[in-house]
């Protein structure tokens, strides 16, 4: 017969095993980075910044949004014409869903019940119903030329698109997916970022140098104003502090910080290689940038306004995303 004190101690091995193996072997989630022109996504510890894997996708992946559910991460392939489910923790394949018509960018609303997306090659924009499991094609509405990005405001009933080509920006009723107004911008919008409860929209101008302001809290958009950023201006992402946005100017090579309450840039920051898509650290004090031009996942420590280190990826790298960001 074993003594107590054996016992006692096989079962207090057992409990610390308990108790440590699952923090030993959680690890942070990894970064991804979706590779457009090689049709896959790169996979990154952000521990040790070495890309674990790269996993195949439909063609011409350019950016990717969190399911509702935060079960899935879903890569939009816009020439694959397809949609792929990612585990957001592991990176696993869940599943793909075909016959999603050009899904260059892709949204929800806010509340989860549509599901939008913007058709850069064949212009157009398809509302889907979303079930929680699949999106159910709703509404396709021809629009301008090579819509680009959406934003949808914070009670669900607007999506605001930008038209590449035709250099415009439509506002389209959800309720009843018919475009409400469209009003002409700099050229070539690309990104929609809203502040001020949704009554005002930043677009991008990847063919100019900076960020319009439109007020759209009447019937009618109003354009108020410019900021001056930088050459290319393109992408953006709130800083997570609930007082400023990033955009991303490919063109300048730099990254601007927007104070949304003055609309002042109030720092800027050199990131090499044609920076493009963005995510914030859970903390707010590092950017992952997408370099589009160079192959690489740019990290910038805000702090000392530095790149300090660049991750290979593959070709044309686009869209960027964590589970473990700011909070937008």
């Known amino acids: 017969m074993r003594s107590n004190s054996f016992l006692t101690g096989r079962l207090a091995a057992f409990l610390f095993a308990c108790a440590v193996l699952p923090s030993q072997a959680a690890e942070p989630p990894p970064i991804f ?6 049709a896959t996504v790169s996979v990154i510890d952000p521990g040790n910044w070495a890309e674990k894997q790269r996993i195949p996708t439909g063609k011409e992946p350019h950016h990717l949004y969190l399911a509702p559910d935060q079960s899935s991460l879903i890569v939009a392939n816009s020439a694959g ?19 999603i018509i050009d899904p260059y960018h892709l949204r929800f609303s806010p509340d989860m019940k549509w599901f939008v997306t913007a058709a850069n090659r064949l212009n157009h924009v398809d509302i889907y119903r979303w079930d929680g499991k699949e999106p159910k094609l709703v509404k396709r509405i021809p629009t ?10 914070g ?45 005002t929209l930043l677009v991008g101008l990847t063919g100019s ?54 609309l002042t840039v109030t720092d800027t920051y050199p990131v090499p290689g044609g920076p493009d898509c963005m995510d914030v650290s859970a903390d707010g004090k590092t950017l992952f940038v997408t370099s589009r031009w160079a192959k690489k996942l740019s990290v910038v420590d805000l702090a000392s306004r530095k790149v300090v ?20």
Do not use: C
């Not at 990826?313 to 960001?325: A, F, K, M």
């Open 209 to 262: 140098d900076g960020v319009q302001v439109f007020d759209v809290a009447g019937a009618q958009p109003k354009l108020v104003g410019k900021l001056l950023t930088g050459k290319g201006a393109h992408a953006f992402r709130s800083a997570g502090d609930g007082r400023s946005v990033f955009v991303s100017n490919r063109v300048a090579n730099t990254i601007s910080r927007i104070d949304i309450q003055t």
């Open 309 to 328: 280190r660049q991750v290979n990826v593959g070709r044309s790298p686009h869209g960027v995303w964590t589970l473990d960001h700011a909070k937008i």
């Open 33 to 38: 980075v979706l590779n457009s022109l090689d």
């Open 144 to 153: 301008g030329k090579t819509p680009s990005h959406i934003w949808i405001d």
């Open 155 to 199: 009670k669900s009933t607007t999506a605001y698109v930008t038209m590449q080509d035709s250099d415009e920006l439509i506002a389209v009723d959800l309720a009843t997916q018919t475009i409400r107004w469209r009003t002409p911008t700099g050229p070539m919008p690309a990104d929609i970022f809203g502040i001020h409860d949704g009554k």
């Open 81 to 99: 014409d397809s949609l792929t489910f990612l585990n957001p923790r592991t990176a696993e394949v869940q599943r793909v869903v075909y016959g």
